[in-house]
T-cell receptor, first 114, second 117 residues
């Protein structure tokens, strides 16, 4: 069985500050891990994914995430927040086979203060 | 390349009425998903299709929900009759899943927001 826990339903940072969104996962098989972003009234868009290659993954819009097996974590970071980063962010986990289910976390809403 | 197309974007109905949502996936994507997204929550899988076959419908409330993907391309999700608790966003996604091409990445449409009064 797999699950995802996103710590903090709402995170607020100042423009230019570090963004850190936390994600912990549980998986009985080697996981694939994803971060998706959802802007208001839109569908989800992939930010980045980990599929068992490099543990530090770089995505779009300056975001990156590091897979830490010992901590079962896949936290999302960005060095300097921009107003356009305000959105809902979802962490997701699946197995590595095509039969795997993809499980989403409950999301973290990121707000940016001017 | 066109993305996943869903319609309608918004639908308001009274309880006990039927409603249907349509989805056209990205060309060549053999796997299609319908997700339910309640306010402030992550997407929850309702049904997954591999071509025409529903390979995972374990979370689909079959007493009132039905789905079809007759020719393995576009799909329709129906609710009959709708209840107040069905108010949510219904997301469709597709992926080029299967065999060597599995990456786990989903491509989402913009969703259909349902309000049941």
């Amino acid at each position: 069985a797999q699950s995802v826990t996103q710590l903090g339903s709402h995170v607020s940072v100042s423009e230019g500050a570090l963004v850190l969104l936390r994600c912990n996962y549980s998986s009985s098989v080697p996981p694939y891990l994803f971060w998706y972003v959802q802007y208001p009234n839109q569908g989800l868009q992939l930010l980045l994914k980990y599929t068992s290659a490099a543990t530090l993954v770089k995505g779009i819009n300056g975001f990156e995430a590091e897979f830490k097996k010992s901590e079962t974590s896949f936290h999302l970071t960005k060095p300097s927040a921009h107003m356009s980063d305000a959105a809902e962010y979802f962490c997701a986990v699946s197995g590595s086979s095509s039969a795997s289910k993809i499980i989403f976390g409950s999301g973290t809403r990121l707000s940016i203060r001017p | 390349e066109a993305g996943v197309v869903q319609s309608p974007r918004y639908k308001i109905i009274e309880k006990k009425q039927p409603v249907a949502f349509w989805c056209n996936p990205i060309s060549g994507h053999n796997t299609l998903y319908w997700y339910l997204q309640n306010l402030g929550q992550g997407p929850e899988l309702l049904i997954r299709y591999e071509n025409e076959e529903a390979v995972d419908d374990s979370q689909l409330p079959k007493d009132r929900f039905s789905a079809e993907r007759l020719k393995g391309v576009d799909s329709t999700l129906k609710i009959q009759p709708a209840e107040l608790g069905d108010s949510a966003v219904y997301l469709c996604a597709s992926s080029p899943r299967g065999g060597q091409t599995y990456t786990g990445e989903l491509f989402f449409g913009e969703g259909s927001r349902l309000t049941v009064l």
